[in-house]
């Protein structure tokens, strides 16, 4: 497998930006590489963001949920970025991500504050289902449920 190269948000977008949905997964992204993302005028226009297995950290996360060209996305795969609670209470104050329905963050090193933070934002009104772990999934109107995978 060879490592991609990203020097532009071009680099990120070749191949991976379909209409309004980005599949930016493993690719890898760093939170100084996704610096590149949150500066291009495409991303007003996505709504479909997978950023899973990649490195945003909570840095990326912080600076996502802050980029206002992020303002139309609905659904966001986080999996596997080594985001912690803290990442995740920045993301529950977003006043940027006010459409997110759909948040996806298996496989990062979450304990537990940062998504009762999720659960309880005032800003995040949208958000209506996020996946913690394989199985856990949170929808505010009928609370946790477990579907065991595999």
């Not at 963001?49 to 980029?67: H, K």
């Not at 970025?81 to 298996?106: A, F, Q, Y």
Request: charged share 25%; net charge neutral; hydrophobic share 35%.
């Amino acid at each position: 497998m060879s490592i991609t190269k990203i020097h532009t948000a071009e680099d990120i977008f070749k191949g991976r930006l379909r209409g309004n949905q980005l599949m930016a997964s493993g690719i890898p992204l760093t939170f100084e590489s996704a610096r590149y993302l949150w500066s291009s005028p495409k991303m007003v226009d996505v709504t479909w963001l997978d950023l899973a297995d990649n490195q945003l950290g909570d840095t990326g996360l912080i600076e996502l949920s802050e980029c206002e060209l992020l303002k139309n996305v609905q659904y966001l795969n986080l999996n596997q970025n080594g985001i912690t609670d803290e990442g995740l209470t920045s993301l529950s104050k977003s006043k940027i991500l006010t459409k997110l329905k759909r948040l996806h963050l298996k496989k990062n090193l979450l304990t537990g504050p940062g998504i009762v933070d999720l659960y309880n934002s005032e800003t995040l009104n949208e958000l209506s289902t996020f996946q913690i772990h394989d199985g856990w999934t949170c929808k505010k109107m009928d609370g946790w449920r477990y579907n065991p995978q595999g």
